[in-house]
């Protein structure tokens, strides 16, 4: 059964850091392609940021300069190390895990991220 995990979301004023992980489990995690995705209220679930299963990032313009996705195939475990935080991050966010032109594509139940003063 494949399993992806969020944690580290909490409320953190402007400017704080968080850093958010995934942990998955049932899948062979050097195999996917992983991203983080966030959904605000009345709107669209969006990229965040992705990284390939070589390393290779890309960065949503929002998160350029302060978000930093990283993974340990080791630890089955991706991170997302956000800075700089605005009231305009706030939004639960999504763990993605996916193999490209295949059906191997899951989510986690995400965690919530809130900034506010």
């Known amino acids: 059964q494949v399993q992806l995990v969020e944690s580290g979301g909490g409320l953190v004023q402007p400017g704080g850091s968080l850093r958010l992980s995934c942990a998955a489990s049932?899948?062979?995690?050097?195999?996917?392609?992983m991203g983080w995705y966030r959904q605000a209220p009345g709107k669209e679930r969006e990229l965040v940021a992705r990284?390939?299963?070589?390393?290779?990032?890309n960065y949503a313009d929002s998160a350029k300069g302060r978000f930093t996705i990283s993974r340990t195939n080791a630890q089955n475990t991706m991170y997302l190390q956000m800075n700089v935080l605005k009231p305009d991050d706030t939004a639960v966010y999504y763990c993605?895990?996916?193999?490209?032109?295949?059906?191997?594509?899951?989510w986690g139940q995400g965690t919530q991220v809130t900034v506010s003063s």
């Open positions: 993605n895990a996916a193999v490209p032109f295949s059906n191997a594509n899951y």
């Open positions: 049932g899948i062979i995690f050097r195999f996917y392609n």
């Open positions: 990284i390939t299963t070589t390393g290779s990032t």
